[in-house]
């Protein structure tokens, strides 16, 4: 067995050939076979043709089998936490079932996260799973609220989101097992919804004026003409494709570990540390481009994610989307860059923690987020800083850029300059996230003297706040505009149905 890697060694001479790691391979070529697999089940396994229980086991079948190519033993820990989780949702109380799903879900993901660093071989450290293992926590915990809000909770109490969501009986543990363990979401996500995953096994997730779903009732509904996904994959594979082109080229040039090399410290200008940070930070963001636009592509191919037509009658393919790499690449502000970042990850954040906090709604979310993310001390930076640097951008949009709105020229120039803000301040925040641990994290940041937290609270404590009530009508996470989402029957146009995508409901963090 190569060093590093717990799965299969089938693929070790392509691993050698393209001088990658064979995770990473496996990884790739399981996604590749997954895309195929997913054309020929939305073909020959169509819920026209066969029953949902069925669909259901081999969607099952086939993510446990990617997960032991990819994880070897340790795919064991994904079993494990579906099990133990489905027993807490059946034995707990309806409405106490939220809490104890994210107790237990959270203390599990944290111990098999610490396995992971400080117990096993550093060796077998590379093959990294507790990714799935992050992607099934989200989605028990999800579905735990969902179904708190639909059993406990009066309707009334519901915001419009909570309601769409909401989950109105008990998953039998095949819907659930199948769920967590398909196989176009076990190795990188997305995040869905269980009331949109079951519409899609169940062949409703293309009729008109949707309604919410896996409640148990009948409905009588417009079916539409299923439209083709194969134009948005195709185009999901092409930008994939240079995704690794560009991570191939630049990712060893530019290493982030070199930040903080001594002589290279020593004998660059500050303008020239910041632009390699910015590189090489940026060089690093393709693998996670390639690994959720792929991930989106076989959930696309088996027919999951139809989010209705635009404007211009184009089918939308985006409702698990988890990223949007121009508005990335090109952000002017944090909230702009977090908005189109791992989306689906802000999206499980609202709904569980930020939406439902009684104070500190903002802390509390970013300290959710670096528990989730793991143990390693660079994570707990991260996101503590994330946190001072986006309460320091709140009160600089709010209270500057009304200034450079009463012309385009100004506007312009507000929006050059704070992408270029938002970039630096953006590498500043993750580059402890990549470098991991404590030691390399505080000697990066003592080599900028602190200088982006001493100006972020420095900010805080300076600017003026709004008004308390005008600040909380501003700030507060707002409800989605329904976007609007055009469907067809019987070939006739049939109007607009709202839809609140889970895009459309993240924080208000700006």
Known sequence: MQPGSSGSELLLPLSEALRLPIEQVNFAMCQFFGLFAALLFRYYLHPSKTSHAIRHVVVTLLGLHFAFFCFGRYAIYFLGEVILLYGVMVMVHIKSIHKYTFLAAMTYLTICQIIRVYILDSEECSADFSGPLM??????????????????????????????????????????????????????????????????????????????????????ACSLNEPSPLRAVAWKMLVCSVCVVVHLSLNERFLVAYNNDDDFMARSSPLCRFLYLYTSLMAHRPKYYFAWTIADAVNNAAGFGFNGYDRHGQPRWDLASNLNIDKIEFATSMKMFIDNWNMQTAVWLKEVCYDRCPFCPTLLTFLLSAVWHGVYPGYYFTFMTGMLVTLAARGVRSNLRPYFLVSPARKAFYDLVTWATTQIVVSYTVAPFVLLFMDS????????????????????????????????????????????????CNGHRNGYAPTDSNQNHRMKID
Do not use: C
Not at 452 to 460: D, F
């Open 135 to 220: 992607v099934i926590t989200q989605k028990v915990t999800k579905l735990a609220f969902e179904l708190h809000d639909g059993l406990a909770r009066d309707d009334k109490e519901l915001s419009l989101s909570q309601k769409r969501l909401a989950v109105r009986r008990v998953p039998s543990l095949l819907e659930y097992v199948s769920y967590n363990l398909n196989f176009m979401g076990i190795l990188a996500g997305p995040l869905n919804s269980f009331n949109d995953y079951i519409s899609f096994i169940e062949g409703r997730n293309f009729e008109a004026g949707q309604m919410p779903l896996a409640n148990g009732t009948e409905r009588k």
């Open 441 to 488: 994290s505080l000697k990066f940041y003592r080599s900028w003297h602190f200088s982006l937290h001493i100006i972020a609270i420095a900010l805080i404590l300076v600017l003026p706040k709004k008004p308390k009530g005008a600040s909380k009508d501003q700030y507060r996470p707002q409800e989605a505009k329904p976007t609007e989402r055009v469907h067809h």
